[in-house]
């Protein structure tokens, strides 16, 4: 019997009895069949990562930009408000070596930014004028700037900017337009004010179609731009606006930023803007405020001016006034051969605007029953005449007044009163006069020739004989002088001693101790009484007139 009988025989089994006997199983080794899990698990992990990526996963873009410069693939984030919308892929180098190509992921949810006119720019630290940008780009590193566009086409390539907007599409305001003759000291960037307050800044600027001036476009920022009307003028801010007149010496500026980078200002007639323009409506651009706000010119008018005296110092631009009060400028200076009358002219054309005359010259100008012509020649009839005048002692600069001359006849053939064609247009024509200047110098020249037919040379002859003349003559009086001392001063001497004591006898004379003096006391005194005496007779003749007959009557006792 094997042990194993023996033992199921203890535990009380019979096998003969049908009973089964327990079998023994080993232990099931079950960790080990974990670790097929951990690859199973990862799998399905990249699986949702890689599903989740591509669900997740973008459009890719191309920007190219001039320069690479702080540009990182796998590093560099594309921003929009500082919200990262994307990173940068790969960076390659142009064919032609002029730009570098910057591939871009985007985020799905950043579908909208590949909108054809979508801007992209590289954030770094930037210092130009007035802006200082980037800063944080010292902590966080260079990125990508981001501003969505608004158009229906889409589009996966762009061009980068070199230089961050200075206005996105996300602010609040409105863009104008600004006509100038140059930049002056205007940059993108310049702040635009109003009443002294910043409300807005320029955003570009480029040569208008002909070349000949600039056109400017500017942002005004919510809620300034309902100050801009068809009322509105706007002029250049920069620098110091310098006035000296009467009242004295007058300096105005907007601020430090506008004298050193320049700016612009806008401000409206008598401070109503009138009806609000609509956004991109262009405006003029004035040199200063002065000639902003100034009333409206009306038409301009060309004048041709012949003058025969010399230019020097009249120059393009010089004014052109009427009793102090500017009509005008100057626009161009020549010179002309007259064949006829065989002289040279030079024929000046300036620009002015009649209006500046007053309301009731325009009034006069639109009446139909005259004619420009007309008119003119009405006020040239009645001595209107050009003639120029100095504007500056130091430099000499000239300017044309017009004025009144009465008196004035112009005459026959004067080439200052026909018209001249210029660009098969008939100009009006005002005649000249010289100006006293003018005329100084030639009576100046006059007096010159007088003078040169002068013999002097035959007068200084005769001068010098007779100073000769007069010098014999003197010395003769010298000599009589002598004679006089010697011969009749002594005599003088002894009639003056007569002439002192004759003096001093009359003074004794007339001395109040002198008896004549007394005497004549005493007998202005006696004068008196008697005088008093005839009055008491008189009295009493007049009393008793009968007295003259009758005689004194006495008294009664």
Same mark, same amino acid.
Request: proline share 4%; no cysteine.
């Given at each position: 019997?094997?042990?194993?009988?023996?033992?199921?025989?203890?535990?009380?089994?019979?096998?003969?009895?049908?009973?089964?006997?327990?079998?023994?199983?080993?232990?099931?080794?079950?960790?080990?069949?974990?670790?097929?899990?951990?690859?199973?698990?990862?799998?399905?992990?990249?699986?949702?990562?890689?599903?989740?990526?591509?669900?997740?996963?973008?459009?890719?873009?191309?920007?190219?930009?001039?320069?690479?410069?702080?540009?990182?693939?796998?590093?560099?984030?594309?921003?929009?408000?500082?919200?990262?919308?994307?990173?940068?892929?790969?960076?390659?180098?142009?064919?032609?070596?002029?730009?570098?190509?910057?591939?871009?992921?985007?985020?799905?949810?950043?579908?909208?930014?590949?909108?054809?006119?979508?801007?992209?720019?590289?954030?770094?630290?930037?210092?130009?004028?007035?802006?200082?940008?980037?800063?944080? &780009? @010292? $902590?966080?590193?260079?990125?990508?700037?981001?501003? %969505?566009?608004?158009?229906? +086409?889409?589009?996966?390539?762009?061009? !980068?900017?070199?230089?961050?907007?200075?206005?996105?599409?996300?602010?609040?305001?409105?863009?104008?337009?600004?006509?100038?003759?140059?930049?002056?000291?205007?940059?993108?960037?310049?702040?635009?004010?109003?009443?002294?307050?910043?409300?807005?800044?320029?955003?570009?600027?480029?040569?208008?179609?002909?070349?000949?001036?600039?056109?400017?476009?500017?942002?005004?920022?919510?809620?300034?731009?309902?100050?801009?009307?068809?009322?509105?003028?706007?002029?250049?801010?920069?620098?110091?606006?310098?006035?000296?007149?009467?009242?004295?010496?007058?300096?105005?500026?907007?601020?430090?930023?506008?004298?050193?980078?320049?700016?612009?200002?806008?401000?409206?007639?008598?401070?109503?803007?009138? &009806? @609000? $323009?609509?956004?991109?409506?262009?405006?003029?651009? %004035?040199?200063?405020?002065? +000639?902003?706000?100034?009333?409206?010119? !009306?038409?301009?008018?060309?004048?041709?001016?012949?003058?025969?005296?010399?230019?020097?110092?009249?120059?393009?631009?010089?004014?052109?006034?009427?009793?102090?009060?500017?009509?005008?400028?100057?626009?161009?200076?020549?010179?002309?051969?007259?064949?006829?009358?065989?002289?040279?002219?030079?024929?000046?054309?300036?620009?002015?605007?009649?209006?500046?005359?007053?309301?009731?010259?325009?009034?006069?100008?639109?009446?139909?029953?005259?004619?420009?012509?007309?008119?003119?020649?009405?006020?040239?009839?009645?001595?209107?005449?050009?003639?120029?005048?100095?504007?500056?002692?130091?430099?000499?600069?000239?300017?044309?007044?017009?004025?009144?001359?009465?008196?004035?006849?112009?005459?026959?053939?004067? $080439?200052?009163?026909?018209?001249?064609?210029?660009?098969?247009?008939?100009?009006?024509?005002?005649?000249?006069?010289?100006?006293?200047?003018?005329?100084?110098?030639?009576?100046?020249?006059?007096?010159?020739?007088?003078?040169?037919?002068?013999?002097?040379?035959?007068?200084?002859?005769?001068?010098?004989?007779?100073?000769?003349?007069?010098?014999?003559?003197?010395?003769?009086?010298?000599?009589?002088?002598?004679?006089?001392?010697?011969?009749?001063?002594?005599?003088?001497?002894?009639?003056?001693?007569?002439?002192?004591?004759?003096?001093?006898?009359?003074?004794?004379?007339?001395?109040?101790?002198?008896?004549?003096?007394?005497?004549?006391?005493?007998?202005?005194?006696?004068?008196?009484?008697?005088?008093?005496?005839?009055?008491?007779?008189?009295?009493?003749?007049?009393?008793?007139?009968?007295?003259?007959?009758?005689?004194?009557?006495?008294?009664?006792?």
């Amino acid at each position: 019997m094997s042990p194993e009988d023996h033992m199921n025989e203890g535990e009380g089994g019979n096998p003969a009895q049908g009973v089964p006997l327990p079998k023994k199983v080993g232990q099931r080794n079950w960790v080990s069949s974990l670790i097929w899990l951990v690859p199973i698990l990862a799998v399905v992990i990249g699986v949702s990562l890689l599903v989740q990526a591509w669900i997740q996963r973008g459009p890719a873009i191309t920007i190219t930009f001039l320069s690479g410069e702080g540009l990182e693939a796998g590093k560099t984030k594309v921003k929009y408000k500082e919200v990262e919308i994307g990173t940068v892929q790969s960076i390659a180098l142009s064919e032609d070596r002029t730009h570098v190509s910057v591939t871009v992921r985007l985020k799905k949810e950043a579908q909208s930014f590949t909108a054809a006119d979508s801007r992209f720019w590289v954030v770094r630290p930037r210092i130009s004028g007035l802006q200082v940008s980037g800063l944080a &780009t @010292l $902590v966080s590193g260079t990125y990508i700037g981001a501003d %969505a566009g608004i158009s229906a +086409e889409q589009a996966n390539k762009f061009v !980068g900017l070199e230089t961050p907007p200075i206005v996105t599409r996300g602010a609040s305001g409105k863009q104008y337009f600004l006509h100038a003759a140059d930049i002056g000291s205007v940059d993108i960037g310049s702040p635009v004010y109003f009443h002294g307050i910043k409300v807005g800044q320029v955003t570009a600027y480029d040569l208008d179609e002909n070349g000949k001036g600039i056109i400017m476009r500017i942002f005004i920022n919510s809620p300034y731009d309902r100050f801009v009307g068809i009322n509105t003028r706007f002029w250049h801010a920069s620098g110091f606006d310098v006035q000296l007149n009467a009242d004295g010496l007058k300096i105005r500026s907007q601020s430090l930023d506008t004298v050193l980078f320049g700016g612009l200002s806008f401000q409206s007639l008598d401070d109503n803007p009138g &009806t @609000l $323009v609509k956004e991109d409506t262009a405006f003029i651009l %004035a040199e200063n405020q002065t +000639e902003a706000l100034k009333e409206p010119d !009306g038409d301009a008018q060309i004048i041709l001016l012949n003058f025969k005296q010399s230019l020097r110092g009249l120059r393009p631009g010089a004014e052109v006034s009427f009793r102090g009060l500017i009509l005008g400028q100057v626009k161009s200076i020549g010179i002309d051969y007259d064949p006829r009358l065989r002289e040279f002219t030079m024929p000046v054309l300036v620009q002015v605007y009649p209006e500046r005359l007053g309301r009731r010259y325009a009034q006069f100008r639109k009446e139909p029953t005259y004619t420009a012509q007309q008119r003119l020649q009405f006020m040239i009839d009645r001595g209107l005449r050009a003639q120029l005048r100095s504007a500056d002692l130091l430099t000499g600069q000239l300017y044309i007044a017009f004025d009144f001359f009465p008196g004035v006849v112009t005459k026959k053939g004067d $080439v200052s009163k026909r018209k001249a064609d210029v660009a098969s247009q008939a100009l009006l024509a005002i005649p000249t006069i010289p100006n006293t200047a003018e005329e100084t110098q030639t009576q100046i020249s006059e007096i010159a020739r007088k003078l040169n037919k002068v013999p002097f040379d035959q007068i200084g002859s005769e001068l010098q004989e007779s100073l000769k003349t007069l010098q014999r003559t003197l010395n003769r009086a010298g000599q009589l002088t002598e004679t006089l001392n010697n011969d009749v001063a002594p005599e003088i001497a002894v009639a003056m001693k007569d002439v002192h004591e004759t003096l001093n006898a009359a003074g004794r004379t007339l001395s109040e101790e002198a008896p004549l003096q007394q005497d004549l006391r005493q007998t202005l005194q006696e004068l008196s009484r008697a005088a008093i005496s005839l009055r008491v007779v008189t009295d009493y003749l007049e009393r008793h007139p009968e007295s003259i007959i009758r005689g004194k009557r006495e008294d009664k006792q």
